[in-house]
């Protein structure tokens, strides 16, 4: 197993170095190597994404990521952004589909924005497509209106627009997620469910993303699907969350689906994600940004990247069983009191990065965890 690891900016070698020692702490036999990535690539090499980060990130078999940007660099040609790095790893490597557990782990439920009796037990995975849709269509630009409402006058257009074997590609991913979930226990007994959020009743583009749905499940009996438009499923999101299972759905309406169940379990802190290719290969990372306002004080959460490092293990690395062993230590360093100060509350222990790390090394190796208290 061969494992790049690109820090990247702001907060994320803090919390990137804790997810490799816990990594190391599970004695798995891979090998690793680091390169600069984002706004860190950009001052010593003159890119955000240069040749030897892309070519290491090539050859690996997984990629852990930290994130990526900073406000000294927003005046920069959007070209040489850090940001841009992400991009371009995305594209050179084919990563279309973006798998993002949204997961209420029990002693956080108080950290919801919704009641804590519609978010306990919530474990929803959303699925977005993530290469195609109207980020990438074309055509796209802006020009004199030649007709329309406001002729002669300035607009701007983009292209929403999905190929067959885009959808085909997206579908069996979720399928075939849906299947491993209800094999693991998924929804207490159930079957595994696929819910295919889209527009289909205005949108073109979403009713050939329905009929490919509908296909592509004739090869899925065991799996349920349902079709949901996208204002609805916004709304059933808040409304009743822990109907969903598997979610799966364009770019665009996953990027906005996909923030607001994040927020539905409390803090940005805590949630991983993965990117894949067509064959299990995958770049892992936290959700949230660089912070760059709390960035080398010590305070960042590490438990998104210590759980995007156990989705690499069991999406890419085929480790299903030492996945299971940091999911277990998160929930222990939960349960045992522990949390950096964007999940802390009254009655809990506020520790820093570091001691987060600590602690869930102390659980995955057997020793007791430390309860330090700030
Ligand atoms: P952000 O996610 O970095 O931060 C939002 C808020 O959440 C901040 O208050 C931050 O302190 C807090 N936060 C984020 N992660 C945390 C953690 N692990 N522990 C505790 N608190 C945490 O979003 P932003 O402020 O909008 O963006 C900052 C930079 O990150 C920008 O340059 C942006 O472009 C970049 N960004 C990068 C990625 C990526 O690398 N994939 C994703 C989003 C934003």
């Known amino acids: 197993m061969k494992i790049a690891i690109l820090p990247g900016d702001g907060i994320g070698p803090e919390i990137v170095h804790e997810a490799v020692r816990v990594l190391h702490a599970l004695e798995l036999a891979f090998e690793s190597e680091t390169a600069l990535v984002g706004g860190a690539a950009y001052e010593a090499q003159g890119h955000p994404l240069p040749g030897a980060t892309l070519a290491l990130a090539q050859a690996a078999d997984a990629i852990l990521f930290g994130a990526v940007g900073d406000w000294k660099h927003d005046q920069l040609e959007r070209a040489l952004r850090p940001e841009q790095a992400i991009l371009g790893l995305r594209k050179h490597l084919g990563l279309f589909a973006n798998l993002r557990p949204a997961l209420c782990h029990a002693p956080l439920v108080q950290a919801s924005s919704l009641k804590p009796e519609l978010v306990t037990g919530l474990d929803i995975l959303i699925i977005r497509e993530l290469t195609g849709d109207i980020y990438f269509g074309q055509p796209r630009g802006r020009r004199t209106a030649l007709d329309g409402h406001f002729p002669g006058t300035e607009e701007a257009f983009d292209t929403m627009r999905y190929s067959r074997p885009e959808i085909e590609r997206i579908a069996h991913v979720a ?82 689906l996909s923030d607001e169940a994040a927020m539905l379990t409390g803090s940005i802190g805590m949630l991983p994600s993965a990117s894949l290719d067509g064959n299990s290969k995958g770049l892992y990372e936290p959700i949230h940004g660089s912070a760059p306002d709390i960035a080398g004080k010590g305070v960042a959460n590490p438990l998104a990247t210590i759980l995007s490092a156990a989705m690499m293990l069991r999406y890419s690395l085929d480790r299903a069983d030492a996945a299971d062993r940091i999911e277990s230590a998160v929930q222990a360093v939960l349960a045992a009191g522990l949390r950096t100060p964007d999940i802390w509350s009254e009655g809990t222990n506020k520790v820093g990065t570091r001691e987060m790390g600590d602690a869930v090394v102390a659980a995955i190796t057997g020793k007791t965890i430390p309860s330090t208290r700030r």
């Open 175 to 256: 399928f075939q997620a849906a299947r491993k979930r209800a094999a693991a226990g998924g929804r207490a007994g159930a079957r595994g469910k696929v819910t295919s959020v889209d527009k289909a009743n205005v949108l073109e583009t979403f009713q050939l993303w329905r009929d490919v749905l509908v296909e592509v499940h004739a090869q899925y009996p065991d799996v349920e699907l349902e079709h949901m438009y996208v204002d609805n499923a916004a709304m059933q999101l808040v409304r009743a969350p822990r109907k969903f299972d598997v979610v799966v759905t364009g770019n665009l309406f996953g990027d906005i």
